[in-house]
């Protein structure tokens, strides 16, 4: 489905969704604070391939994070082509604010940070496992070290997870 200007429209999954909002607008921004706010909720929780324990472990990650994790998304249509980051501010185990934050300030304002390609974004929208693009490298550490991501891996895995489930009007990529 395509919405205003041919933008793809899709929510969890890459399924399209009435409720969209254009990506990286307020309307969006509020929306991954909510679905943050909600999260987990149930239907993530009763995924068979996570055991209780993870959740746990999760929360453990959560709760004890401060500080903002960010996904730079590089070449998005209209934003021009260095990476346009959305940072989700983390105090006392909640999503305290979801905002963008400028590249130049982007290592004084964010704890940790991946940055990936527009088309790689829209991949994992579509479907595509986090776990394998942050595995193979298409979504590479750009603030923070290796051991500040791998204290909390699964819970970048989770938020990546929610981040890429909130509807969203998408603009369509510009052929190269």
């Given amino acids: 489905m395509t919405g205003a200007g041919g933008a793809a429209r899709r929510g969890a999954g890459g399924h399209a969704s009435p409720e969209a909002s254009d990506f990286l607008s307020e309307g969006w921004l509020e929306a991954l604070r909510v679905s943050l706010a909600a999260w987990p909720d149930d239907a993530a929780r009763s995924d068979p391939r996570k055991a209780e324990s993870y959740w746990r472990y999760v929360e453990r990650k959560r709760s004890a994070f401060e ?44 704890t940790l940070g991946l940055v990936c390609d527009y088309a790689d974004w829209l991949e994992i929208v579509g479907g595509y496992d986090v776990g394998k693009a942050m595995t193979y490298h298409r979504l590479p550490l750009a603030v923070g070290t290796a051991l500040d991501l791998l204290r909390i891996v699964y819970f970048v895995y989770e938020l990546l997870g929610v981040m890429a489930g909130v509807p969203a009007d998408y603009p369509s990529p510009v052929a190269a």
Avoid: K
């Avoid at 021009?80 to 590249?103: H, K, M, N, Q």
């Fill in 67 to 110: 500080g903002a994790f960010a996904l730079g998304i590089r070449g998005v249509p209209g934003r021009g082509d260095g990476p346009v980051y959305v940072a989700l501010r983390f105090s006392g185990g909640t999503c305290a604010a979801v905002e963008l934050v400028e590249e130049e300030r982007v290592d004084d304002e964010v």
